[in-house]
């Protein structure tokens, strides 16, 4: 009885094993397959971009007379779109996540603008572009510009800053507040010089984050932003900040492989594209990472 | 001792549950009172409603009235501001802010208007003094609050609450997470502070009670069963319910 017991035991193990093996492999391939894509894609462009990387190109805008390309005019554009784009989207969307998390009392409203957002960063950029480009572009007037483009990322970037913000406020512990109001701080003053700064983390990464989905955005931009390939003189004046217009560095990149057949200067800024994107993904690890510890 | 904080007929709910049940207790000044009574009895829920802290619940309500200085706190005149200005609190957990010990101090300070360096300076060091931790930090008031001891930190939190001059300090069983040796130095703050302030303590800790209040009031179930002076409690309690709490028949 005993004997037969044990046996029963083992054969059952000795055929899990055997699933557990096959599971195991098919993992592993789904791992490999994913790995070996993703190395293929970066290897590619790497490769195929890195060469044509040259000063020329980085520091000149193109010429016909001279039949040269730079995409120093999209450097800058892509700039002005980080910067405008932040400038309006940070306050923005701190505001509305202290507003949340801080304020608001009502917890359904809460619940369904929560939901909103959620939703908000799961829509295709490219139909952000379409409103952006009816609504800013033609309603507001302000044709196809940067300026348009920049607000149309607003709409892109703000839940992932309401986003982080408020995972970042929620992890405030509760006794700060206390601490703070029991000393006779009005809300805002204890938010001010307590929530915030405690929170910072949270910003800083949203920040980052936003910074690399502004520099990697090209459907938004395609409708609203223009496709112009020389340099801007937006300190020029009010108008010229409203109203010019460009291509990003995205877009530029769509240009020159769709319409201009220009494939080593697209692949040269699709490598300075993921070189930043790596970049700014380090930045926003190590920025948590680092400002959490305090 | 003329009488500072007083409660007529308070009632307190959260939402529809009765956490208070007409208590009327008169708290002396300068003097050390204890709430004693077991767990859910009231005794913390009463303590934060002199400062007003259980504003911060959602769905409270009070009737009846919490005087202090003759004043209702609960009166739509009366500015929290003011009020959490002169009553002062120390939570069960010290909570320093993640800022340096010299930030920590002149918050409250900076709240109210103060700016001049050379007067936050000295409050800074009247208020450390004031709770036994200058000599322990004045070497290191720029450094992190979050580096000092659990006993630091709430003796750092105790010369928070004295840095705005309170006239009360209410202490929310702040001594229940520090070793006897952080407690007794904190129990030995408490008798220096009843000089110049009235203090109010919550406390599970009957010894505690016993050693260190010259009053002591006694929560069951939301009701305040009996108040007297401590001696006379421990010893000879009038109601039954009281002595069958400090003989340790429940709680």
Known sequence: MDHNEHKETRALSSSRRAYDLILRGLLYFCAAVTCLLLVFVIGYIFVRGLPHITWELLSTSPSYIKDTIGILPNIVNTVYLVVVTLIITLPLGVGAAVYLTEYAQNKKLVAAIEFATETLTGIPSIIFGLVGMLFFCQLLGLQASLLAGSLTLVIVTIPTIIRTTQESLKTVPQSYREAALALGSGKWYMIRTVILPSSIDGIVTGCILAIGRIVGESAALLFTAGMGMSMNNFFGSVDNFVHSSGASLTVALYVYARERAEFDVAFAIAAILMILTLVINLAASLVGRKLKKH | ?251
């Not at chain 2, 120390?90 to 007067?119: C, L, W």
């Not at chain 2, 001891?149 to 209410?170: K, M, N, Y």
Request: glycine share 8%; aromatic share 6%.
């Open chain 2, 1 to 251: 001792m003329p009488t500072i904080i007083e409660a007529k007929n308070l009632d307190l709910w959260y939402g529809q549950k009765q956490a208070l049940k007409k208590i009327n207790l008169e708290i002396p000044e300068r003097q050390i009172t204890a709430l004693i009574g077991p767990s859910g009895c009231g005794k913390s829920t009463f303590l934060r409603t002199i400062d007003r802290m259980n504003d911060l619940v959602p769905g409270v309500r009070v009737e009846g009235q919490m005087l202090y200085a003759g004043e209702d706190v609960y009166s739509p005149s009366v500015d929290v501001t003011w009020l959490r200005r002169k009553i002062g609190m120390v939570f069960q957990k010290a909570n320093p802010f993640p800022m340096s010990i010299y930030d920590n101090i002149a918050y409250g300070p900076r709240i109210h208007g103060t700016r001049k360096k050379s007067e936050l300076d000295e409050i800074v060091e009247k208020s450390l003094r004031g709770a036994a931790l200058w000599d322990e930090v004045k070497d290191r008031l720029k450094k992190s609050a979050m580096g000092l001891s659990g006993g630091q930190q709430q003796r750092l939190c105790i010369a928070r609450a004295l840095a705005v001059q309170p006239d009360v300090l209410l202490m929310d069983e702040s001594t229940s997470a520090l070793d006897p040796g952080s407690t007794m130095r904190i129990e030995e703050l408490m008798r220096e502070l009843k000089k110049d302030y009235t203090v109010v303590i919550v406390t599970h800790n009957m010894q505690q009670a016993a050693r260190i209040s010259d009053r002591t009031a006694f929560f069951l179930l939301g009701e305040m069963v009996e108040v007297g002076p401590t001696d006379k409690i421990f010893s000879t309690p009038e109601d039954k319910r009281t002595e069958d709490y400090i003989s340790g028949r429940f709680g």
